[in-house]
């Protein structure tokens, strides 16, 4: 019952009903029926207040559900620098890989939160990871990106964090091909300032 309540409060954002539950013996790592955490929970909501208080307490920034996701890789699908800042202190594993074998970054990079790409490149976190697609950051950027403003600031983030602006996909198609064959002229021409190569057109 006080896991529960737990769970609840910190899915409903009641940072108080948190402390309550904590304090009367509730378990910091129980799951629900998807195996997620409090944590977890708080994360996927933006809860930044509970999330500060579970950390506190000890929680688990790296505890998985059933679906791989993390306390801390939900911050990449979700973009809150809030919650990054928050986990970061509680020792998340930069590394751990979501369903997609993408780190953090990626969903990031392909949803176009600018402001978490610039925070979370300065944790040392793998620029050129590439998932189970065969996508780093950059190919998810162009490939399911739009090219707008915001996209073409995380290219430029992750250029600057020393991205490999050549690495290719599964059949060999670089970031620029992708680019030039999607029309996303502005992201080609950053593409070419950094040196990229065309490499093989990209087939639509």
């Known amino acids: 019952m006080l896991d ?20 009367a013996g509730a378990d910091i790592e129980a799951r629900d029926g998807r195996r997620r955490t409090a944590l977890l929970l708080a994360a996927a909501a933006d809860h930044v207040e509970v999330a500060k208080a579970l950390v506190a307490a000890g929680a688990d920034p790296n505890a998985p559900d059933d679906r791989h996701d993390t306390p801390w890789l939900v911050t990449g699908v979700t973009g809150s620098v809030a919650m990054l800042r928050t986990l ?11 369903r997609y074998g993408g780190v953090s970054l990626i969903p990031a990079c392909e949803r176009g939160h600018v402001d978490y790409v610039r925070e979370v490149l300065t944790t040392g976190i793998d620029v050129d990871h590439v998932n189970d697609l065969g996508w780093t950051g950059l190919l998810e950027a162009v490939i399911l990106g739009d090219g707008s403003r915001p996209y073409q600031e995380i ?19 670089t970031p620029l091909a992708h680019a030039t064959a999607k029309g996303q002229s502005e992201v080609a021409a950053l593409l070419v300032a950094a040196g990229a190569r065309q490499g093989p057109p990209a087939v639509l």
């Open 155 to 173: 290219v430029r983030l992750l250029v600057a964090a020393g991205a490999d602006v050549d690495l290719p996909d599964r059949d060999g198609v």
């Open 4 to 23: 529960d309540e737990l769970l609840a409060a910190a899915a409903r954002g009641d940072v108080a009903a948190v402390r309550d539950a904590l304090a």
């Open 88 to 98: 970061l202190p509680a020792g998340p594993d930069l590394t751990m890989r979501n």
